[in-house]
């Protein structure tokens, strides 16, 4: 997979992208991750990037013609389609679903802006899809379009190496309505904190329904919306 960022900022993606399974995927040839600074496309002498709102209001706005010069720019770096993603709270909303449907996609560009929001000409004219991460607001798409990328990439073929399937874990879980069961490592006693009994007894049939009913339990407390949906 290819996955190009239009950011304000490339440096923030620098830690992240250079470390675990981001790290070890790029390394693999899993992915390639490639950033684009959309100040290096304005044409304002100052490399002005936004601008005042038509009609008043707060804040200042991302200006087309930066975003549409690197994006055009950025297009042509390779033949594949891709979807185009721009990270706004207003979007729709990121879930494990949509993490496995863009890990079927060949290629990816995300737009992430700062500032109030984009000139809606850049959605439209892009023809790009909204995500928002979750009902609360960044100071830019940076990190969202982070969030998305490791949730995406660990979804590929060979992005996990030995670790196991991304299949078994948690957030699939979380998707067909259900947290997962608490676990528990070496040793079986921790500061007066013991293992429970049950997973030391080797009923693997036990452990199997203990842990069904651990993780209903979880779900109904922490994300009861969840239960709802069954
Ligand atoms: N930009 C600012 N807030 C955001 C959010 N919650 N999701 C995606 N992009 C954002």
């Not at 706004?88 to 290629?107: H, S």
């Amino acid at each position: 997979m290819r996955i190009d960022v239009l950011t304000l900022f490339p440096e923030m993606f620098e830690s992240p992208l250079s470390h675990s399974i981001l790290k070890r995927a790029k390394e693999a040839g899993v992915v390639d991750i490639v950033l684009t600074n959309i100040r290096d496309f304005s044409k304002d002498k100052h490399k002005k990037v936004d601008d005042r709102p038509y009609g008043g209001g707060p804040g200042m706005v991302m200006m087309c013609q930066p975003v549409f010069d690197c994006f055009e720019q950025v297009e042509k770096l390779s033949p594949d389609k891709s979807r185009v993603i721009l990270l706004t709270p207003q979007g729709k909303p990121f879930t494990q679903k949509l993490a496995a449907e863009l890990a079927g996609e060949k290629r990816l560009i995300f737009i992430a802006g700062h500032y109030e929001g984009f000139d809606e000409r850049i959605r439209t004219g892009l023809n790009a899809e909204q995500i928002s991460i979750g009902d609360y607001v960044l100071s830019g798409g940076e990190l969202a379009a982070m969030v998305i990328i490791d949730a995406v990439v660990r979804l590929l073929p060979g992005a996990l190496g030995d670790e196991g399937s991304a299949e078994d874990e948690t957030f699939s879980e979380v998707a067909n309505g259900g947290m997962e069961y608490p676990q528990y490592t070496r040793p079986e006693t921790f500061q007066g904190m013991k293992v429970p009994d049950i997973l030391l007894s080797g009923h693997h049939g036990e452990i199997e329904k203990w842990r069904r009913q651990q993780s209903l339990e979880r779900t109904r407390q922490n994300r009861p919306d969840l239960l709802k949906n069954q």
